[in-house]
């Protein structure tokens, strides 16, 4: 049968019929060990119970009201995220390219609110995801992603690399924000330094500019934090959310102090579904879970004991995977084979990864994984890598 799906993702010739924690069961009943997490999304694995009786007595209640009424919900889950955070509001959207975009959208219009209507511009850094609207494709600047989707929005100015000296020659009178990951997913589990980060907030400060993290992935305990940006204690102006805040409904926020949302009055912006009542009782019921006293400490531990038996499986493999990288349950096996076939080489060995930049592979595994469940992780793991390895020692291409 010919799949009337949009051919825009190369998927996987697998299908799963159901989820149990931190496993993905196929409709032939086999299971996987979930360490991609529906790329980081789902933060508490796979039908939590705690989720599935949030969204069932919501859907049996109000699906949706728009944002013409009041949303206690909403209102409630937004006080949480600031009461947890450097932000004092919330614009609740529906993914993390909308978060971005209401992101972008605030910078300029506090410029443009504060007299300086001509600083718009936005400094961002290679290697950099940002979402798939024409405004982020362009803050990204990925020419895979550019390809064939004619100009790039004006108004970005990328930089090549965490270099301070060419932020600085970037920063001009246009300029209004810099926008940046605490750590690059997509690009590859690539930590920004903690000076580099300070640098920038000195000079946003300095040059009346807004930063912005772009925490879509980082956020909600991937990184062992609640928020990414705490690893290094420099707090932004504005951060966007997404992904494991629903733990798999769809919902994203873009979070901000009072200053930077100065401009963003009533008409300004808006999102037809962002922040509905599904979404909203969802996205408290992942908060009652992860802000349980010691649940972050856990995912910190559990984080370091991956880190430390994957770094393990990497001298042992020394012609598959050269690295282990990233931070809590964020991390990144640098591959000396193409990442796509290593990713394939663990799907047979029944453990679900995500391909990244610069030749990496992630490993997302629900924050709920436990030690056991790492252990046979990390063995599966070794044992893939150990046949794509022999593959290669018979002078086959590890595809073959």
């Known amino acids: 049968m010919t ?10 010739d697998l299908a799963f019929e159901r989820g149990e924690g931190v496993w993905l069961i196929t409709d032939t009943g086999e299971r996987y060990l979930d360490f991609g997490a529906g790329i980081a999304v789902n933060a508490l694995g796979h039908a939590h119970p705690h989720l599935v009786a949030a969204l069932q007595g919501q859907a049996a209640k109000l699906w949706h009201i728009s944002n013409l009424y009041q949303n206690p919900d909403g209102e409630r889950l937004a ?3 600031v009461e947890n955070s450097f932000a004092e509001m919330v614009f609740f959207a529906n993914s993390g390219a909308e978060a971005n975009e209401a992101a972008l959208k605030m910078a300029r219009k506090y410029q443009s609110a504060a007299g300086h209507p001509e600083k718009w511009r936005t400094i961002t850094f290679a290697g950099a995801f940002h979402g798939r609207t024409l405004a982020t494709i362009s803050a990204g600047g990925s020419a895979k992603h550019l390809d064939g989707f004619g100009p790039k929005v004006d108004g970005f100015d990328q930089i090549a690399d965490f270099d301070e000296k060419a932020v600085l020659a970037a920063v001009t009178p246009e300029t209004a924000a810099i926008i940046i990951e605490p750590v690059q997913g997509e690009g590859g589990i690539r930590p920004v330094p903690a000076s580099f980060l300070k640098f920038l907030r000195r000079t946003c400060d300095e040059n009346d500019l807004l930063l912005i993290y772009d925490e879509v992935q980082t956020g909600i305990g991937r990184t062992g934090h609640l928020f990414g940006y705490e690893l290094s204690g420099v707090a932004p102006d504005i951060m966007s959310l997404a992904k494991g805040l629903g733990g798999g409904f769809p919902v994203g926020a873009c979070l901000a102090t009072a200053k930077a949302a100065s401009g963003m009055t009533a008409g300004s912006h808006g999102t037809t579904f962002g922040g509905n009542p599904l979404a909203m009782a969802v996205g408290n019921a992942v908060l009652d879970v992860i802000l349980e006293k010691g649940f972050l400490d856990a995912v910190k531990k559990k984080g370091l004991l991956l880190k430390q038996k994957l770094a393990a499986v990497v001298d ?13 349950l964020m991390l990144g096996l640098k591959c000396l084979v193409p990442n796509n076939e290593v990713v394939a080489a663990l799907a047979e060995g029944h453990v679900l990864s995500v391909p990244a930049g610069d030749n990496v592979v992630r490993l997302l595994p629900p924050l709920i994984v436990s030690e056991a469940e790492i252990d046979e992780g990390v063995e599966k793991i070794d044992a893939a890598l150990g046949a794509l390895e022999k593959k290669l020692a018979q002078g086959l291409s590890a595809a073959e």
């Open 316 to 328: 042992r493999h020394p012609a598959a995977v050269t690295e282990i990288r990233g931070e809590g």
């Open 3 to 12: 799949s009337a799906l949009m051919p825009v993702f190369a998927r996987a």
């Open 79 to 81: 006080q949480r995220l």
